[in-house]
């Protein structure tokens, strides 16, 4: 079975971690990242098949990162929640 790769993007290391080891407790990869220009680029270099995104985060609130992710034809199929 082909794991599936989770990026989850939230400013709060505890609550961002926590999804994290959940998720991989359930055999998916995922990977964490504490803002959203980190986590542009963690998903330029490896796409996810899923992003979970926190809206309220400094500098880079998740709605500007959803419009960045949505402008890339790389990215802008990947589902976000």
Known sequence: M???????????????????????????EAVLALSGEEALEKARASPPDLITLDVLMPEMDGFEVLKVLKREEALNSIPVM
Do not use: Q, T
């Open 2 to 28: 082909k794991l599936r790769k989770v990026l989850i993007i939230d400013d709060e290391f505890p609550v961002g971690y926590l999804i994290k080891i959940n998720l991989e407790a359930e055999g998916y």
